[in-house]
C-alpha cells in the first residue's frame, strides 16, 4: 500500500502585516506597542484573527518571512519558484516567468509542482 499524501494547505496573505495574533508576543511586534498590557493585548489578540491563530498553532508559521517585491506578480513568482526577482527579471505584473529567454527560468519547478511530483 503507498504511504498516504500528506495533507499540505498553503496560504500566502498579501498585506498582513504583523496584526495576526499568533504574531503577538514576537519581539518587537507592534501590538506590543499598542496594548503593552499583556492581559489587554491577550484580549485584543482573541478577536483579531482566531481562525489565522488556529491554523498557525495546528501547522508551521513563518513569522520573518518577507516580501521579495512590492508587486504581486514578482513577489508570487519568487515565492512559489524560489527563484529571486532580481534573478528572474520579472518587475512588473505584466510579465510572466515561463516566456523568460533563461531556461534556468522558465523551466523552473514551482512549489505546487513539487508538491505535486
Known sequence: MPPARPNFLFVAVDDLKPIA???AEEPGNFLQCL????????????ILTPNLDRLASQGIAF????????????????LLTGIRTHQSGIYTNGEFFR???????????TLPQSLRA
Open 21 to 23: 495574533g499568533y504574531l
Open 35 to 46: 496594548y503593552p498590557d499583556p492581559k489587554q493585548r491577550a484580549a485584543m489578540v482573541r
Open 63 to 78: 513569522p520573518r518571512a518577507t516580501c521579495p517585491s512590492a508587486l504581486c506578480r514578482p513577489s508570487r513568482t519568487a
Open 99 to 109: 516566456p523568460s529567454p533563461s531556461a534556468f527560468i522558465a523551466g523552473a519547478m
